[in-house]
């Protein structure tokens, strides 16, 4: 069984790294205009009407056409009119904080929430006695007149 599963991961993994290998070497316009972003209108380029979105997406389709592959073009639209065109923040430099923070923060949350949690559940006041310990002998009277007047 568990070799059954280790070659369906194994194979899986061989499928989406070769999805992947084949999107860089032979991208397509809707998947590079999806990926950037109008420098003018910050908005992606599939959706934006700017003249220089045009000429971006003229671009994108001469060098498709040429044979690039989607980094090669990707780098030269950033050389070209910088970093804002990239739809997703660089995973080095400064740029990594956008990535980092937000993982960061999440992860700070969950231990928060998770020592306050084990702190609550430590520290609750009046916290009833474990089963089979003797009751108090004014809790004990108390339950005894309760159930004399129950019956009577």
């Known amino acids: 069984m ?14 989406a790294s070769e999805r992947a290998l084949a999107s860089e070497r032979h991208p397509t316009q ?36 040429m044979g690039w592959t989607k980094s090669r073009i990707e780098d030269s639209l950033v050389a070209q009119l910088g970093p804002g065109v990239l739809g997703v923040p660089q995973t080095h430099g400064f740029d990594l904080l956008a990535w980092a923070l937000p993982l960061g923060g999440i992860g700070l949350g969950a231990i928060a ?21 003797p009751l108090d002998s004014e809790l004990d009277r108390r339950v005894d007149e309760e159930l004399a007047r129950f019956d009577g």
């Open 2 to 15: 568990r070799l059954l599963l280790a070659l369906s991961l194994a194979l899986v993994l061989a499928a």
């Open 30 to 65: 809707g998947e590079l205009e999806a990926e950037l972003v109008c420098p003018t209108c910050h908005t992606p380029l599939d959706e934006s009407n700017s003249p220089i979105a045009g000429q971006m997406k003229a671009f994108i389709r001469r060098h498709i056409a």
């Open 113 to 133: 929430i998770g020592a306050g949690a084990w702190a609550w559940s430590r520290n609750r006041p009046g916290e009833p006695p474990p089963p089979g310990s």
